[in-house]
């Protein structure tokens, strides 16, 4: 089954205790993506990567980390969690083509206290 | 400024209303994409509907259907006798290529988001 899978589905964690959220996908997808989600503020891009060895900056990528060593997985990575990175995370991939839809994870809650 | 305006933030209506949800977008492109999805309440994005910048074409789905209209930069998407299953947060979003040094980013924007809530 074609998926993008998301680990853990909720975490809870204490200022400044580094932490990883892992991605995966199925697909052979060249593209993914991190976004977060916050109320009333829809989704924002964190960090996004065109394919292996290969990522930028999305909209809001201060704080977070990437790595794209292989084509399949796309971890994020705080380094040193603050409070303001509670969100609710997701990570996605597709195609690597204008147009084509995001094929999302089930999302991380992530709680930093 | 925003590139993807949803205006409504929440809509509430009875169960069998119609209801339709308001969705413009900024781009200066001339090619170009436009998505809704729905997160119900368990929180995972479905995917709706793709559009593309040159298919004007309004489109039917069962109960929902969306008018996209590039004269006034709208993508909005109605839902015919709408149930409580409809009950979700729908993003209307922009896929458009942004050139940056290095390469091009495939980029989708999300809208904030509209909370619908369907009452029995």
């Known amino acids: 089954e074609a998926q993008v899978t998301q680990n853990p589905r909720y975490l809870i964690t204490v200022t400044g205790k580094k932490l990883t959220v892992t991605c995966s996908q199925n697909m052979n997808h060249e593209y993914m993506s991190w976004y977060r989600q916050d109320p009333g503020l829809g989704l924002r891009q964190i960090y996004y990567s065109m394919n292996v060895e290969v990522t930028d900056k999305g909209d809001v990528p201060e704080g977070y980390k990437v790595s794209r060593k292989e084509k399949r997985n796309f971890p994020l990575i705080l380094e040193s969690p603050s409070p303001n990175q509670t969100s609710l995370y997701f990570c996605a991939s597709s195609i690597r083509r204008v147009g084509e839809k995001l094929f999302f994870g089930s999302g991380t809650q992530l709680s930093v206290l | 400024a925003q590139k993807v305006t949803q205006a409504q933030t929440e809509i509430s209506v009875v169960e069998k209303e119609d209801v339709t949800l308001d969705c413009v977008y900024e781009t200066r492109d001339t090619t170009y994409y436009l998505f809704w999805y729905k997160q119900p309440p368990s929180g995972e994005l479905v995917f709706l509907i793709r559009?593309?910048?040159?298919?004007?074409q309004n489109e039917i789905s069962g109960r929902y259907s969306w008018n996209f209209q590039k004269s006034t930069s709208s993508f909005n998407f109605t839902i015919t006798a709408s149930q409580v299953v409809d009950s979700a947060v729908y993003f209307c979003a922009l896929s458009e290529r942004v050139r940056r040094s290095g390469g091009s980013n495939y980029k989708l924007t999300f809208g904030k988001g509209t909370l619908l809530t369907v009452n029995p």
């Open positions: 559009r593309n910048s040159f298919d004007e």
